[in-house]
């Protein structure tokens, strides 16, 4: 049924119930795993591909942490790293590469603070065909 799930990482705490989440559904789907982060600072803003930082560096040390996470489990796992608007890069990767599935974890904001921190997973599930699965960190 799912066989690529993107899961979209910000490297927060909201990312763990996620990351455990699909580690079961991808072990019993069979599935593979993209693990998506899109790098929001300056740098990554501005040089993309070219930038550098630590920002970057803690990024790229993060997915290979998941990603050995996914390896464990016997679940084929790969990592990409995107660069700017966090929603944007996810439906461009989701129009661009295509998935069966993307999952996300929220932070659960509400009302005032989604229309200043921007609403990321709402702004995906209304721009891409595909489901997405949102779990809500605690």
């Known amino acids: 049924m799912y066989k690529t799930i993107l899961l979209a990482l910000d490297l927060s705490p909201a990312d763990r119930p996620i990351i455990?989440?699909?580690?079961?559904?991808?072990?019993?789907?069979?599935?593979?795993?993209?693990?998506?982060?899109?790098?929001?600072?300056?740098?990554a803003r501005f040089h993309e591909e070219d930038a550098g930082g630590e920002e970057i560096k803690e990024g790229k040390a993060y997915l290979k942490q998941i990603r050995g996470e996914f390896e464990a489990a016997s679940i084929s796992c790969e990592l990409q790293l995107a660069y700017g608007d966090p929603a944007k890069e996810i439906v461009r990767w989701v129009?661009?590469?295509?998935?069966?599935?993307?999952?996300?974890?929220?932070?659960?904001?509400?009302?005032?603070?989604?229309?200043?921190?921007?609403?990321?997973?709402?702004?995906?599930q209304h721009n891409i065909s595909v489901p997405v699965l949102l779990l809500r960190a605690r």
Do not use: Y
Request: charged share 15%; hydrophobic share 45%; proline share 2%.
């Open 95 to 124: 129009d661009d590469t295509g998935c069966d599935l993307v999952a996300m974890g929220t932070h659960g904001h509400k009302l005032l603070a989604d229309l200043f921190l921007g609403a990321t997973a709402s702004r995906v």
């Open 20 to 43: 455990d989440h699909v580690k079961q559904l991808a072990g019993i789907m069979h599935s593979r795993v993209v693990l998506l982060h899109v790098a929001t600072g300056p740098a």
